[in-house]
């Protein structure tokens, strides 16, 4: 079956700097792919749709000069959160939909910890 | 807008049959899901319900749905220890981006 890979699994960074999370769909295209995030306890919630060859669409109250995604080609997507601060601290889970409607695809997660 | 509404917590004995409840809002949405999360992973499709299906049943799966009531359940019978884990309904309501919304989750707990 189709997969979504994630990379990395997990990361600690310092206050400041720039984390890069690879989103990789390894046997069919995505020219879109969407990113969550999941505060511990809680639900994913829709951060961004990341469309090949043009602009990611935010959802509301998502900053997109904070978290900057790039859909290079139409198996990558890419989701940089820039001055990593403590509470950016999460899990960041991508999907992308398969060639129907029936399913879409999640990568294994990314649990990011700012310290 | 959509939301999606689980109960946080159900713990059951093992071999007994777990039913997981959620409710919607959109009666637009075109496909249900169940997904099962465990432990720091991801997203595991367990099944879905097209929105003119009344009910799916897959191995010890079964999939309930009212639309009238906007109700969808999940039963697991014979609940094994593995299956503990956190459940998530999700709704795709058709607009042609299909990403998600999920509900908040529902915590299963399987005690031997």
């Known amino acids: 079956g189709a997969v979504v890979s994630q990379h990395p699994s997990w990361v600690i960074c310092k206050s400041g700097t720039s984390v890069k999370i690879e989103c990789r769909s390894l046997?069919?295209?995505?020219?879109?792919m969407f990113w969550y995030r999941q505060f511990p306890k809680q639900s994913l919630m829709l951060m961004a749709t990341?469309?090949?060859?043009?602009?990611?669409?935010?959802e509301q109250g998502v900053e997109k000069d904070k978290f900057l995604i790039n859909h290079a080609s139409l198996t990558l997507s890419t989701l940089t959160v820039t001055s990593a601060h403590p509470e950016d601290s999460s899990f960041y889970i991508c999907s992308a939909p398969g060639g129907s409607n029936t399913e879409a695809f999640f990568g294994q997660g990314t649990r990011l910890t700012v310290v | 807008g959509e939301d999606v509404e689980q109960s946080l917590f159900l713990s059951v004995r093992e071999g007994d049959s777990s039913v997981i409840n959620c409710t919607y809002t959109?009666?637009?949405?075109?496909?249900l899901y169940w997904y099962k999360q465990e432990p720091g992973a991801g997203l595991q499709l367990l099944t879905y319900?097209?929105?003119n299906m009344d009910m799916k049943q897959d191995q010890r799966l079964t999939v309930l749905l009212n639309k009238k009531d906007k109700h969808l359940s999940l039963r697991i019978a014979d609940t094994q220890t593995g299956d503990s884990a956190i459940y998530f309904c999700?709704?795709?309501w058709g607009t042609g981006r299909r990403a998600l919304t999920f509900g908040s989750g529902t915590r299963l707990q399987v005690q031997p």
């Open positions: 046997d069919f295209q995505a020219t879109t």
């Open positions: 999700a709704e795709y």
């Open positions: 319900i097209f929105s």
């Open positions: 990341s469309n090949e060859g043009s602009k990611a669409t935010y």
């Open positions: 959109d009666s637009s949405s075109t496909y």
